[in-house]
């Protein structure tokens, strides 16, 4: 697959992945496919289940501020805050020189970076940590306790991660989601769902207090295992935060494009 399919693979697996997550969340939540622009906007607390991310492959400047606006103006519409995923690989050669300008009049800010990842590497060896138990979520109690995991690991309040969880039925039967147990306490977790061919990684989180001992990897290992077991799928995708994505490679995954994140200014 070549860079520029990986890139809009990657977008791809986003707008599929968040329409069943946003709408998991809320059954009238804002689903929609404009021209160049896919809404994924739950409008809850938890800010990843709020989402707009531009389509189109080879957009060139002006075409591009005139997306960012309409982002904008969507996101402005709305009662929570969100994020605008752009992937910087879908752009025309004309148009990354101008990204910064046009979002500034846009009326955006950059928040952080990622990157997409993806890779043919399942499946992969059962996984094991010296200090881990594996348990796969499956109550009430085990969705909070993802959530919390979550909300410590990306800064968000306990109250706004467990908004974006709590309650979910997907999470607790379509989602392979895991939770790695230092004895009987919940200090990482990954999930890996179905999505169109591939299994998706999703919110992989390590509590604070126990980050780089591996515990990450292990769990994101145990969600793919359990996750490729289970659908005989053979390849994964991901969307990697700076703090994860030395981790994805020694899995198998290969960078695609890089995403900014962007929310409304002030």
């Avoid at 599929?16 to 739950?42: H, K, S």
């Avoid at 020189?97 to 046009?102: E, N, Q, S, V, Y």
Wanted: aromatic share 10%; hydrophobic share 45%.
């Amino acid at each position: 697959m070549t860079d520029r399919a990986e890139s809009i693979e990657s977008a791809e697996q986003l707008a599929t992945v968040w329409r069943a997550m946003v709408l998991d969340r809320d059954a009238g939540a804002d689903v929609r496919d404009l021209p160049g622009i896919a809404v994924r906007w739950a409008d809850c607390r938890f800010a990843f289940w709020n989402c707009v991310t531009l389509t189109e492959a080879g957009v060139e400047a002006g075409l591009l501020g005139q997306r960012l606006s309409q982002a904008a103006d969507i996101m402005r519409a709305k009662r929570q805050p969100g994020f605008l995923w752009l992937f910087e690989d879908l752009l025309g050669d004309g148009a990354r020189p101008a990204l910064d300008a046009a979002a500034g009049r846009a009326g955006l800010q950059y928040a952080f970076p990622g990157t997409g990842m993806a890779g043919d590497l399942l499946p992969i060896p059962e996984p094991a940590h010296p200090d881990l138990t594996f348990v796969r979520v499956t109550t009430d109690e085990h969705l909070r306790a993802y959530a919390d995991l979550n909300s410590r690991a990306y800064g968000f309040s306990l109250e706004d991660g467990r908004d974006g969880l709590d309650g979910s039925a997907l999470w607790k039967s379509e989602v392979h989601a895991y939770l790695g147990l230092r004895g009987d306490v919940p200090v990482a977790c990954a999930g890996a769902v179905e999505a169109e061919g591939r299994l998706f990684v999703a919110l992989v989180a390590t509590d604070p207090e126990w980050q780089r001992r591996g515990y990450g990897e292990a769990v994101t290992r145990k969600a793919l295992y359990e996750g490729a077991r289970a659908t005989r799928l053979t390849r994964a995708t991901l969307h990697a935060t700076v703090a994860g994505a030395p981790m994805y490679p020694r899995i198998g995954f290969r960078p695609n494009s890089p995403i900014r994140f962007y929310a409304l200014k002030g």
